[in-house]
T-cell receptor, first 118, second 110 residues
Framework: DTEVTQTPKHLVMGMTNKKSLKCEQH?????MYWYKQKAKKPPELMFV???????INESVPSRFSPECPNSSLLNLHLHALQPEDSALYLC?????????????????FGPGTRLTVL | GENVEQHPSTLSVQEGDSAVIKCTYS??????FPWYKQELGKGPQLIID?????GEKKDQRIAVTLNKTAKHFSLHITETQPEDSAVYFC?????????FGSGTKLNVKP
């Protein structure tokens, strides 16, 4: 099973709201990712967690706050977003922490959360 | 970082024809090349991948070829079907950072 689940599927929020996106995988993967995807564009990496520690932050604004409570869960906390943050937010996971193994492993994506900021 | 170029941006084929999508990359150290299919409103789904010690890999109607010398790899879909219509992305990762191509919208006409 290569399933990554994400909730909610759709989210509409105002610029003053606080909300969270959730991602879960039960494949025993030790690396998890958040991507942002605008329409007709490829996914853009936001954050990487390896062994529940933040290993990459692609200079993402602080209004996006990631959290990895355990090896199966990944959250993205949203606060004071702007309309231009409206996008599809994708979670992905892979088996190994590649910087240690020097091996690139397949990333499996979830279905995404469609976020609209009003 | 890696630079990945993908062509064409759109591709229309008749059902039953073949489709070919090409990607080039810049970092000669890249050694893993996945292809993802993304249907409207869904997340990218891995359809096939290849590692640099292999020149070609097939899975039923889908194949990927890799030319490490020229730094390009291609996705081949034979006997296309309407359900193959989607956006396809190639990627050339540097460890756990995936550098995606710009995507190809494939339209298979019945």
């Amino acid at each position: 099973d290569t399933e990554v689940t994400q909730t909610p599927k759709h989210l509409v929020m105002g610029m003053t709201n606080k909300k969270s996106l959730k991602c879960e995988q039960h494949m025993g993967h030790r690396a998890m990712y958040w991507y942002k995807q605008k329409a007709k564009k490829p996914p853009e990496l936001m954050f990487v967690y390896s062994y529940e520690k933040l290993s990459i932050n692609e200079s993402v604004p602080s209004r996006f706050s990631p959290e990895c409570p355990n090896s199966s869960l990944l959250n993205l906390h949203l606060h004071a977003l702007q309309p231009e943050d409206s996008a599809l937010y994708l979670c992905a996971s892979s088996q190994y922490e590649q910087l240690l193994t020097k091996r690139t492993d397949t990333q499996y994506f979830g279905p995404g959360t469609r976020l609209t900021v009003l | 970082g890696e630079n990945v170029e993908q062509h064409p941006s759109t591709l229309s084929v008749q059902e039953g024809d073949s489709a070919v999508i090409k990607c080039t990359y810049s970092d000669s150290a890249s050694n893993y090349f996945p292809w993802y299919k993304q249907e409207l409103g869904k997340g990218p789904q891995l359809i096939i991948d290849i590692r640099s010690n292999v020149g070609e890999k097939k899975d039923q109607r889908i194949a990927v070829t890799l030319n490490k010398t020229a730094k390009h790899f291609s996705l081949h879909i034979t006997e296309t079907q309407p359900e193959d219509s989607a956006v396809y992305f190639c990627a050339a990762p540097n460890f756990n950072k995936f550098y995606f191509g710009s995507g190809t919208k494939l339209n298979v006409k019945p």
